[in-house]
Each structure stands twice: as structure tokens, then as C-alpha cells.
């Protein structure tokens, strides 16, 4: 009898022709993430001067510079919660839709609107001079503008409306996930709307909601053009990807760049840790019931 | 035994031996649903006795499960009214009528245990404590699950989920158990097995239970009386024995197994037998609508009451396909005018060859042919 050939003993493992379809995705990855990050990760531990934790010492030691890492978060923070609080809603109202494409489009739309487009929408609404606070005055509600661009207020309203689209398709995929026999089951037991949501829809959607919650949050982390356009970026929303931008572009010092851009991408995986951390203490299972 | 059962505490009641019925008499009373131009339910109405066992019959589409799901609540009325011992609930949310539903799906609540989904309900009547735990573990007892309840329902069979889902609808105590298709997803044994035990439940807890199904088998073994529907329409209501022995149309005829239907003309009346003359030969059937002689009708006989045999007499027909089930041969035959016959035989008669059949007297029945 002879021995199985080497194909066979390698398609036992989990290796046969289909497993070199990963390769183009492998060679992407390797050229375009794994050797940048080694070599960002070099590049900040060879400052131009001092030892080679010179850049993360210096970052550390002056407000201007560690102040934006909570900037940043006070404006990513709020506005990841704020797209979910307003995503959860929404997509329990659209589940229930017939028409769900054609308002799944229009609440998608603002994706396609690019960064720069919205600023520039929001400073002509929002401005001083806008329709938002000419209409306000006009009714008699407000006396003088309300400030509401160059400003946390700019940018707060710009992350809302580029990250929404992506909470929302994230949330709504999630909540559809659900046999809606569940929620049926639940009230023939006598629970109530808000009972059925607590007790059964909450605790099914935890695992979906962070892992939404973490996209949105290192999208909104990000931000960079928002800050600049909308708000005051030398001021409240000098955020860490301004601090890395001057670093490595102003003053031409890119070793620091590297290392402010690392920082921000190790506050990223804290907060993304924390959370995923959180969901494991819920069901993870499949949402979709059982057999059936 | 009355003795026992007067002195059981309440709360134990439902785990007793001829449970005290529980609930009023429930009554549809013009039941209508439609979804857009669509009438899925079209004026039902029906008055179930508290502790009775009511199948809904038909084929999909037929409105059975609008039926059952307007009774829970979980869609609104279009018009009519629902009334359970004379009260009208028809407005009542679902959480509010107190019935218990066994899903198709079995819709488990796939985070909590076995102990926690079947809690549930008892949960949200706020029964807490020993009362609660007591309740849970004579409801799993009851479906033989006690050892399961620390189990996610993923870790399940499907039967055993099948039986979770029945413990958590009647551990609330239910005046009326709603079923779905309960057992349309289990395998053919299985069924047969889970049929039986929904039946002595139904018996052990005195609920009226109301169970939807296309099967004309599990309606005839669980029912009391069943409800034949059609396009959101009841055909007819009756004990298993009725619908079996006589049904009203051919449309009911047809989903109590009368596959075979002759279209003829009626030559004489007598009572309440026929004579029919279906290609050349006469027959005498049951009339079940009132003819005239002279009148087209349909004679309808099921596979077991036309034996063929390979001599005449009897309508000749060709063999078409024959197969063996054990005691007998079931199979089709086509006449020279095109008509389908589905017969029993004796003996095996090979495929092409002649066969001569004839209906078993007094097992044929006459029906008007636009019944349906």
C-alpha cells in the first residue's frame, strides 16, 4: 500500500489550492501594514537626539503634547456614544420597515460625502452668519449666533455625521440578526416593550454593539481634516493627529511623528481592549435563535 | 383522587392528574385580517371550551397561522372580535393575555438557560423565589428535561429545544397554549414521539390548546375537533371521526387523503346515497350535497377504498407507477379518458400492464366538483 501523497497530506492540513487565495491579500498586508509599522516603530525609537525612548520622554513630559490624547478622546468618546445612542433607535424603527433600502440609503449617504465636503456644508450651516443661526434669530429664539464652528461644536457635528452611516449599517445588520419569533415569544410571556429590549434584545446585541462601538471610536480617534476645518486646532481641538502631523511635517522631526502616531494607535488599542474585555462577561453566541 | 386534588395547593395543581380546566370558553366571533387587498383571514367563527384540544388544518397560505398569531396578539384585527370567558381581548397586547406560545423556530431566548427561558414568563408575573424554582422544575419534569437546565439552548437537540419551548409556555399557566407547526421541524420519529407527549400534557394541565398544522395525521391523533381552513376561509369543523368519515367538500375530502376524484354525471338519487356515472360504469357513493338527477358531481375515494385487481370488473385503467408498502401496493393508474386514479392493490401489478378497479361501497362519496 502506498503512502498518501504529499497533496493529500497537506489538503489534511488545511493546505490545498484554495489557500493560495490569501496570498494577494498577504502580500498587501505585509507591504502596506506590517513593514510600515516595523519601520514607524524604528523610526520613533531613533530620535534626533537623546536615548532611544527620547521621543515617548519628551511626548510625556509637555502638556501641550500629552493634553491631546484627552482632547482626542473627549471628542471621540462622546461621539461614538452619541452615533450609538442614536443608531439603536433607528435601526429597530427601520428593522420594522418595508421601504428599509430607500431610507437605509438616504441615512448612508453621508459616507459618500467625503470629510472635506460636510466641514464645508457645516461652516456655511453652522456659521455665525448660517442658516441654522439665521433662522434662529429670525423666530426670535436666540439674540446673537450661537458659535458653533472653529470649534468642539464643529467637530463634534462633523463625527456625528461622517460616523453615523457606519454605526448605523453596523447596528441595523446586527439587530436584524435577531429572530423577531424571539421578541414575539418574550411578549406572549408577558413581557412588556421595554422588558423585551432590557432583557432580550440588550443582552443579544452587547456583542455587536462593541465591536460597532470600537470602529467608530478609532474612526473618530482619527480625525484629522474635521479638526483642522471645523474647529480650533490650536485650541480644544488640537487633537493627536495634529500633534503627529506638526511633528513629522512642521517642524520635519518625523522620528517624533512616528512616535506620536504610535501613542495614538496604543490609546486606540486600550480603549478597543477594555471594551471587547467588557463583552466577553456577555452571551456570544449566535443571535438568531436556535435550529429551526 | 378528588380527595387529593382538593386538598393539593394551588400552585400544584397543574403538575396533578386531571387538572381542573383552566380559562373560560374562548370565542372568535367574525375574525378578519387582511394585508392590503389581501384577505388572509376572512371571517372566522369559532367557540372553543376551556380545556378543549383544537387543530387548525389546511395548507400553507391558508391562513391557520394568521389565525393563531391574531389569537396571541402578535397581529391585529382587521375586524371581529376575540372573547375568553365572555371578556373581550381582542385590544389586549400580547403581554397582556397571558397565553402561552410554542414557535415553529421554538424561539428560545438563546442567551439564558434552559431554567432561565423557562423562568421567563414566571419572571415577568414577578414569581420569585421557591414558588418560581418549584414551578420551573415541575415544568421541565413534565418534558423530561430536569437534567438539561443549567444547558444553553444551542448545547439542544432539536426535540429537546422543542420541549423547552413547551415547559416555558405552560409554566405560566396558560388558559389557552398557541402551537405554531410545533413539530414541523423534527425528524419523522421524533414527531410521532413529541406528538404523544403534547397530547398528555395538553391532558395533565387542563389548558385549552389551539394547534396549527398541515399535517391531516397529527390533527386527527391530537385533536378534539378539528378545524379545516381554506383561503382564510373554515371549511368545515368537526371530531377527528366527522372530518375523516364525512367530509363537506371536496376541498376537505381532499386534505382528509380522498386523493382520487372522478368527475361524472349523477343518474338517480336515493336518500342519501347516488348513483354516478363516471366513464360508462355506474357507481352508488354518499351524496354529501343534495342533487338532482342529471347534475354533474365528483366521485372522491381515497387510495385504500379502490382495489384493483388485473381482472375485471371495474374501471380499466392502465398501471402508471406502483409501489410496495408493506401490507399492500399503493399506485396510480390513467383511464383511456385521462383520468388519474389513485388505487390500492393485493397483488403487484407491473407498470403498463391493465388493471380493473372498483370502489369499496359505501366509501365513495359524491361532492359538487366546483366545492372548493
Known amino acids: 500500500m502506498s503512502a498518501p501523497s504529499l497533496r493529500s497530506r497537506l489538503a489534511a492540513r488545511g493546505l490545498d489550492g484554495t489557500t493560495l487565495l490569501i496570498l494577494p491579500g498577504l502580500i498587501f498586508i505585509l507591504a502596506l501594514f506590517v513593514y510600515p509599522f516595523a519601520f514607524g516603530v524604528i523610526d520613533s525609537l531613533r530620535p534626533k ?232 462577561l456577555f452571551y456570544r453566541g449566535p443571535a438568531g435563535g436556535t435550529k429551526g | 383522587m378528588n380527595a387529593v386534588a382538593e386538598h393539593a395547593n394551588p400552585a400544584s395543581v397543574a403538575s396533578g392528574v386531571g387538572a381542573s380546566r383552566i380559562g373560560g370558553r374562548l370565542e372568535l366571533d367574525g375574525l378578519r385580517r387582511s394585508f392590503g387587498a389581501y384577505n388572509a383571514l376572512a371571517g372566522i367563527d369559532l367557540a372553543i371550551e376551556p380545556g378543549e384540544f383544537i387543530a387548525l388544518l389546511g395548507p400553507s397560505g391558508c391562513g391557520k397561522s394568521t389565525a393563531l398569531n391574531c389569537i396571541a396578539g402578535l397581529l391585529e384585527l382587521t375586524g371581529g372580535e376575540i372573547r375568553l370567558g365572555g371578556r373581550r381581548i381582542d385590544q389586549l397586547e400580547p403581554e397582556k393575555r ?9 424561539a428560545l431566548f438563546p442567551h439564558m438557560s434552559v431554567r432561565k427561558n423557562v423562568g421567563f414568563g414566571l419572571a415577568m408575573q414577578g414569581i420569585k423565589g421557591p414558588e418560581a424554582e418549584k414551578r420551573i422544575r415541575d415544568a421541565l419534569a413534565m418534558v423530561r428535561l430536569e437534567s438539561q437546565a443549567d444547558k444553553l439552548p444551542g448545547q439542544l437537540s432539536g426535540g429537546q429545544q422543542q420541549r423547552v419551548a413547551i415547559a416555558r409556555a405552560i409554566v405560566i399557566r396558560p388558559p389557552v397554549v398557541l402551537m405554531d407547526e410545533p413539530l414541523s421541524n423534527l425528524d419523522a420519529k421524533l414527531r410521532l414521539e413529541m406528538r404523544a407527549e403534547i397530547r398528555a400534557i395538553h391532558d395533565q394541565i387542563g389548558s385549552t390548546t389551539i394547534y396549527v398544522t398541515h399535517d391531516q395525521d397529527e390533527a386527527l391523533s391530537l385533536a378534539d375537533r378539528i378545524v379545516v381552513m381554506s383561503q382564510g376561509n373554515i371549511q368545515q369543523i368537526g371530531t377527528p371521526e366527522e372530518l375523516y368519515q364525512r367530509p363537506v367538500n371536496l376541498t376537505v375530502a381532499d386534505f382528509m387523503g380522498f386523493r382520487t376524484r372522478m368527475p361524472g354525471r349523477i343518474v338517480s338519487v336515493a336518500g342519501d346515497e347516488a348513483e354516478i356515472e363516471v366513464d360508462g360504469s355506474r357507481f352508488t357513493g354518499l351524496a354529501r350535497e343534495t342533487f338532482r338527477a342529471g347534475e354533474n358531481a365528483a366521485l372522491a375515494i381515497r387510495p385504500e377504498d379502490l382495489v384493483a385487481s388485473a381482472t375485471a370488473p371495474g374501471i380499466a385503467a392502465t398501471v402508471v407507477s406502483i409501489e410496495y408498502r408493506g401490507r399492500a401496493f399503493f399506485g396510480l393508474a390513467r383511464t383511456a379518458a385521462g383520468a388519474e386514479l389513485y388505487f390500492r392493490a393485493d397483488e403487484p401489478l407491473s407498470r403498463g400492464a391493465s388493471a380493473y378497479l372498483s370502489p369499496a361501497p359505501q366509501r365513495a362519496l359524491i361532492f359538487r366538483e366546483d366545492a372548493a
Open chain 1, 49 to 280: 537626539e537623546g536615548a532611544w525612548y527620547a521621543n515617548y520622554a519628551k511626548f510625556f513630559h509637555d502638556p501641550y503634547q500629552y493634553g491631546t490624547i484627552a482632547a482626542t478622546l473627549w471628542l471621540a468618546l462622546p461621539v461614538t456614544i452619541v452615533n450609538l445612542a442614536l443608531a439603536v433607535p433607528i435601526a429597530f424603527r427601520v428593522r420594522l420597515m418595508r421601504r428599509q433600502r430607500l431610507l437605509t440609503t438616504i441615512l448612508v449617504l453621508p459616507i459618500t460625502l467625503g470629510t472635506v465636503f460636510v466641514a464645508d456644508g457645516l461652516l456655511t450651516f453652522l456659521g455665525p452668519r448660517g442658516w441654522f443661526n439665521h433662522a434662529l434669530m429670525l423666530l426670535g429664539i436666540l439674540h446673537e449666533p450661537l458659535k458653533l464652528t472653529n470649534n468642539y461644536w464643529g467637530v463634534f457635528a462633523s463625527l456625528l455625521i461622517t460616523g453615523f452611516p457606519f454605526a448605523f449599517l453596523l447596528t441595523l445588520s446586527y439587530v436584524s440578526g435577531i429572530d423577531p419569533a424571539i421578541e414575539q415569544a418574550a411578549a406572549t410571556l408577558g413581557a412588556g416593550p421595554r422588558q423585551r429590549f432590557a432583557r432580550i434584545f440588550l443582552p443579544l446585541l452587547v456583542p455587536g454593539l462593541a465591536v460597532t462601538f470600537c470602529l467608530s471610536f478609532v474612526q473618530a480617534y482619527a480625525v484629522f481634516p474635521s479638526a483642522v476645518l471645523l474647529g480650533a486646532p490650536a485650541g480644544p481641538t488640537r487633537v493627536i493627529s495634529i500633534a503627529a502631523y506638526q511633528a513629522a511635517f512642521e517642524q520635519y522631526d518625523h522620528s517624533m511623528g512616528s512616535a506620536i502616531a504610535l501613542i495614538m494607535g496604543g490609546v486606540e488599542l486600550v480603549v478597543v481592549v477594555l471594551v471587547l474585555a467588557g463583552r466577553s
Open chain 2, 98 to 106: 397571558g397565553f402561552g406560545m410554542v414557535f415553529q423556530s421554538y
